[in-house]
């Protein structure tokens, strides 16, 4: 079979690979029909993502067909219409049996870790990180994982009815957030320097405050007068960016949670006297998401909450991609969610 594969920074080929023929005890024979590109396949293209070595195929945001399962699975069935969770864990781990199977330290992310779904023939996964979505498209199952990393920075910030969410970044993560808090009875704030960010924002999300960033810091007075000067209960920073991470703390309430959904590759320094120790903030981190977020994502698109065709806004077919994908990596492209189109 065929499959896209980063060789070194922008360097991608397509290579020739076997074939699964059957799958294994607990495993599944899938194949690949939708795949999303996210900011972490772009950074692993450019050699920028710390977890990730070459050569590597890439592909984690996946909307696979089940075509056979071994006899002891039964959770999928051949035909059956899935989205991927990427994360594999060890069960046995003690995180995994505490349920925090995202933050296994034998955990294997597939597409950074070890090799993902950007590939045209079959190959075999664990069946237990299939979920089931048969009335779903591809390109809604593809989207899946991208919303569970959203869905899960919300509920770590845990806001209550009533309280202010501040998500900074409006790229497809924040944009996952801002999709889970518009169905809660919170205030949402959405910041970034981006001004066509925050009216996508803005048309297609509902969302009434939209903040633009400016360097001289200036826009802190709008976010406390949006707030009457209490400022955010809750701030998700969804931009991976340092700078960004180390002065969010700026715009939180006193006794407000911090979530850190992105990932930074240097060290991230912060006031604690005056801000963090002064407010008795809760910082807390964000990874990846849960098989029981999936679950709730599938039921949430299923049901008319989400509307994933607003997100995708470039697709690409497989034979494309080595040609193509560059320049995706230019955020004047304007791309929400790239869905390549693999089968």
Known sequence: ?????????????????????????????VRTHRMGICGTDLSCYLGNFIFFTYPRIPGHELGVEVVAVADDVTNVKPGDKCALEPYFNDPNS???LKGSSNCCPQLNVIGVHGDGGL?????????????????????QLALVETLGIGYHAVQRGNPQPGETVLVIGAGPIGLACL???????????????????????????????????KPDG??????????????????IDATGNAKSM??????????????????????????????????????????????????????????????????????????????????????????IKVIIEVN
């Open 1 to 29: 079979m065929q499959a896209i594969q980063f060789t070194a920074p922008k360097g991608i080929v397509i290579i020739d690979l076997p074939e699964s023929l059957a799958p294994g005890p607990g495993e599944a024979l």
């Open 94 to 96: 003690i995180p995994s």
């Open 119 to 139: 590939r045209k023939g079959l190959y075999t996964v664990p069946a237990r990180k299939l979920h089931p979505g048969n009335d779903l498209s591809y390109d």
């Open 179 to 213: 999709e889970f808090l518009k169905l809660m009875e919170v205030k949402t704030i959405v910041m970034d320097r981006v001004q066509n960010r925050l009216d996508f924002c803005q048309s297609n999300l509902g969302i009434q405050h939209a903040v633009t960033f």
């Open 218 to 235: 200036s826009h802190l007075a709008e976010i406390e007068e949006i707030t009457n000067g209490q400022l955010a209960d809750v701030v």
């Open 246 to 335: 180390s002065t969010c703390f700026n715009y939180a309430a006193f006794t407000g949670r911090v979530v850190y959904v992105g990932i930074a590759t240097t060290d991230i320094s912060f006031p604690q006297a005056p801000i963090l120790h002064r407010r008795e903030l809760t910082i807390l981190a964000s990874r990846n998401a849960l098989p029981q977020d999936f679950t709730k994502i599938i039921e949430l698109i299923r049901n008319g909450k989400i509307n994933t065709d607003l997100w995708v806004t470039h697709r690409i077919q497989f034979d494309d991609v080595p040609a193509e994908f560059e320049k995706f990596t230019n955020p004047e492209i304007g791309a």
